[in-house]
């Protein structure tokens, strides 16, 4: 995973924890954004995404050769 894959899905989980400790959603959504957020710092943390692996894709920028 690259780094600004890493930072967004950082700032998206972090959001979504805000979103579960404040009150601008209903009850039943706010569950879902806790879960949102815990996996997308998750996966930003450890730097791997499960839904990546299947479909072969990876947001690292590979060095080319001179």
Request: with cysteine.
């Amino acid at each position: 995973m690259g780094k600004a894959d890493r930072l967004v899905r950082g700032m998206l989980g972090l959001a979504g924890l805000g979103l579960f400790f404040s009150s601008w959603i209903p009850a039943p959504f706010h569950w879902i954004s806790l879960a949102a957020g815990v996996l997308l710092l998750f996966t930003a943390f450890v730097g791997v995404c499960p839904g990546y692996i299947p479909f072969g894709w990876n947001t690292c920028s590979t060095k080319k050769a001179p």
